[in-house]
């Protein structure tokens, strides 16, 4: 049983477009990390929330973490081709991380 | 700072063989985590090593070993392969600061395959 759901688990969309990928747990955690790994490559880290409630901007990404430190989700605006990827979520427990299904995003130029 | 480092980068075994590969965390993080990918599993927790003690343990089988040296460096090893082995096998790095909940950066990966 997977601690961490993310949906959808596939997304394409076209160049232009918004989009949202939701992180959710039954579970608590001490913070929430979003990844991004492109094929044959390791995750690279994108942002890391820690108080219920945060929001996160990077550029064109807007990262939320639920209120009860449970959830999370990734909305991207206007998605570019360089968007596409395998898109991660992963919690932390004390020195634990669990990590989402994945997103995996195409975005069609 | 350099990042995270894996050897080798790519790696081809047949069935029953062993085989060992490497992960150099990022300068000063002192925890090392091992992970296996694979398409339809997604990202499986291995092990985690911190100051040369596994602290924590994926359900894996035996075969599935890891150390890690004085240096923070670490070996995975696993042994009598199988062709379900095949996956890419990602190293993470963290500080483990006390309190939990660090950060981890990953290395490029290995990718493993089995014949």
């Known amino acids: 049983t997977q601690l961490l759901e993310q949906s959808p688990q596939f997304l394409s969309i076209q160049e232009g477009e918004n989009l949202t990928v939701y992180c959710n747990s039954s579970?608590?955690?001490?913070?929430l990390q979003w990844y991004r790994q492109e094929p044959g490559e390791g995750p690279v880290l994108l942002v890391t929330?820690?108080?219920?409630?945060e929001v996160k901007k990077l550029k064109r990404l807007t990262f939320q973490f639920g209120d009860a430190r449970k959830d999370s989700s990734l909305h991207i605006t206007a998605a570019q081709p360089g968007d596409t990827g395998l898109y991660l979520c992963a919690g932390a427990r004390g020195n634990q991380f669990y990590f989402g299904t994945g997103t995996s995003l195409t975005v069609i130029p | 700072k350099a990042g995270v480092t894996q050897t080798p980068r790519y790696l081809i075994k047949t069935r029953g063989q062993q085989v060992t590969l490497s992960c150099s965390p990022i300068s000063g993080h002192r925890s090392v985590s091992w992970y296996q990918q694979t398409p339809g599993q997604g990202l499986q927790f291995l092990f985690e090593y911190f100051s040369e003690t596994q602290r924590n343990k994926g359900n894996f089988p035996g075969r599935f070993s890891g150390r890690q040296f004085s240096n923070s460096r670490s070996e995975m090893n696993v042994s009598t392969l199988e062709l379900g082995d095949s996956a890419l096998y990602l190293c993470?790095?963290?500080?483990?600061?006390?309190?939990?909940?660090?950060?981890?950066?990953f290395g490029p990966g290995t990718r493993l395959t089995v014949l």
């Open positions: 579970s608590v955690f001490s913070s």
């Open positions: 929330v820690v108080t219920g409630g």
């Open positions: 993470a790095s963290s500080l483990a600061l006390a309190g939990g909940g660090n950060e981890q950066f």
